[in-house]
């Protein structure tokens, strides 16, 4: 058991002792200071000023990060935290210090030194290999605000983006950012167009393809061709609802489009139909402001008539309610105009409650609406009526949007993971796993009053 440290102890003789017993056994180096004191019962630092204070026929030399060492008379003084002992040990006669031969620069083991290092920075970078260059930029052209929908929530396309963006980062790839729009007359702005060909000249080889938030449909000069004509990179976009015929453009081979197979997304839900329920009057609500039915609601059509019959199946226009066409000019109110811009189809709140009004009326157990979008605007069309004992009808979508489960909404899910994976193959030159689409329902929780108690009767209840 150690003594409590007194400071006026002399340790001068008790270290001499302790050195000499290290160097008769051939050793250099000496105990810890946390080791001598306890032995000797000193604070520590008493005992590391005795040991620097130490005079005899040898001496004492610290050596960072190891400890303490023995230097003999002659000994060359070690500038490593190797202890010198192996290298004189051998040539010492056991219990004599003063005939030790001295240790010239030849006993003395050098490292090799490290030719890839240099004191200049610029040399040093000489000396490592430089990568590779390749194609590691993507860059995003569009703006946020036209991947918004109605709801406040983000729309499919910047959803989509967002996944892009998460892969590609953790691919090592660098996105930048184009947020090219359009003025009010609905041309490009020049100053985004210059904006925009100056990055493309930038990044030059650098550039692995670009990704649109928005193509700029319907405009005078679609955003995609104007793309299309400044880079020969993939240029790729998302369609997360089908494309009107008419629209439907022409596509170099450099430009590529992702989505869906949507005959086969109609027919998926068709089939979830057959196989769940029994025969009810179904109503198709197409796209606000397309007259036709889209390519999944044809499809969907098909596969219920194949195998309910003709009779179960209705759909209901845009054009059957607004036979003059809907307005495509913004009210005057600035309500109004707001209400314009978060639509992208140019509908009012009124037009909404319009159309499903005459839908409501059509006495149908089942809605499928084109998207998602369109199933929670019916929602919120019967939660905002409130109207006591009004029967209502089950609610479909296509597309499964963030608020479908939490509103109760039966959704198809189309599989973007495996498009992602394709546009991710495209910027790369590789994709990681091939993958196809399965196109799958979700359905709605079992308490939901719109997805899972009424399709749950499986029978027509009006």
């Given at each position: 058991m150690s003594a409590e440290p007194h400071e006026s102890v002399d340790l001068r003789p008790?270290?001499?002792?302790?050195?000499?017993?290290?160097?008769?056994?051939?050793?250099?180096?000496?105990?810890?200071?946390?080791?001598?004191?306890?032995?000797?019962?000193?604070?520590p630092n008493t005992v590391k000023k005795a040991l620097l204070e130490l005079e005899g026929p040898f001496q004492i030399e610290p050596v960072h990060g190891k400890g303490?060492?023995?230097?003999?008379?002659?000994?060359?003084?070690?500038?490593?935290?190797?202890?010198?002992?192996?290298?004189?040990?051998?040539t010492i006669p056991d219990g004599s210090l003063d005939d030790a031969p001295e240790s010239g620069s030849d006993s003395q083991v050098s490292p090799d030194p490290d030719l890839s290092y240099s004191p200049v920075p610029e040399e040093g970078r000489a000396m490592r290999p430089e990568p590779d260059e390749r194609p590691d930029t993507v860059l995003v052209v569009g703006q946020v605000l036209s991947a918004t929908d109605p709801t406040g929530a983000p729309g499919a396309r910047f959803q989509l983006f967002l996944q892009m963006r998460h892969n590609l980062q953790g691919m090592g790839m660098t996105l930048a950012w184009a947020p090219v729009g359009y003025t009010e007359?609905?041309?490009?702005?020049?100053?985004?167009?210059?904006?925009?060909?100056?990055?493309?000249?930038g990044l030059g080889d650098r550039l692995a393809g670009v990704l649109l938030i928005d193509p700029g449909y319907g405009k005078d000069e679609p955003l995609w061709?104007?793309?299309?004509?400044?880079?020969?990179?993939?240029?790729?976009?998302?369609h997360s609802v089908p494309l009107p015929p008419s629209l439907q453009p022409v596509l170099p081979p450099h430009c590529h489009i992702l989505e869906p197979d949507w005959e086969e997304v109609g027919k998926s839900m068709g089939r979830w139909l057959l196989e769940n329920h029994q025969p009810?009057?179904?109503?198709?609500?197409?796209?606000?402001?397309?007259?036709?039915?889209?390519?999944?609601?044809?499809a969907l059509r098909e596969t219920l008539v194949d195998g309910w019959g003709p009779r179960w199946t209705a759909n209901l226009s845009w054009f059957d309610v607004f036979p003059a066409g809907l307005p495509k000019h913004s009210t005057r109110t600035l309500l109004g105009k707001i209400r314009r811009t978060l639509h992208t189809a140019g509908l009012a709140e009124f037009e909404l409650d319009r159309f499903f009004?005459?839908?409501?009326?059509?006495?149908?157990?089942?809605?499928?609406?084109?998207?998602?979008?369109?199933?929670?605007?019916?929602?919120?069309?019967?939660?905002?009526?409130?109207l006591p004992n009004e029967p209502r009808p089950g609610i479909v979508g296509f597309g499964n949007h963030p608020f479908a489960l939490a509103r109760g909404l039966c959704t198809v899910d189309f599989s973007w993971p495996s498009f992602i994976e394709r546009g991710l193959e495209l910027f790369t030159g590789y994709g990681r796993r091939a993958r196809q689409p399965r196109y799958s329902v979700v359905p709605a929780?079992?308490?939901?009053?719109?997805?899972?108690?009424?399709?749950?009767r499986n029978e027509d209840w009006w």
């Open positions: 008790a270290l001499l002792d302790l050195v000499a017993e290290v160097v008769d056994q051939g050793g250099r180096e000496l105990p810890s200071l946390r080791d001598l004191s306890a032995r000797f019962g000193v604070a303490f060492f023995v230097r003999l008379p002659g000994e060359a003084i070690s500038t490593t935290a190797e202890s010198p002992a192996s290298e004189t040990a051998e007359s609905g041309a490009i702005n020049p100053n985004d167009r210059r904006s925009l060909a100056m990055q493309l000249a061709s104007l793309v299309a004509e400044a880079t020969e990179k993939p240029v790729v976009w998302f009810q009057k179904i109503l198709l609500l197409p796209p606000p402001g397309r007259g036709d039915l889209p390519a999944h609601l044809v009004r005459v839908a409501a009326g059509l006495k149908a157990s089942l809605w499928v609406c084109a998207d998602d979008l369109l199933a929670l605007a019916a929602i919120d069309h019967f939660e905002a009526r409130q929780p079992s308490h939901s009053v719109y997805g899972g108690n009424i399709l749950g």
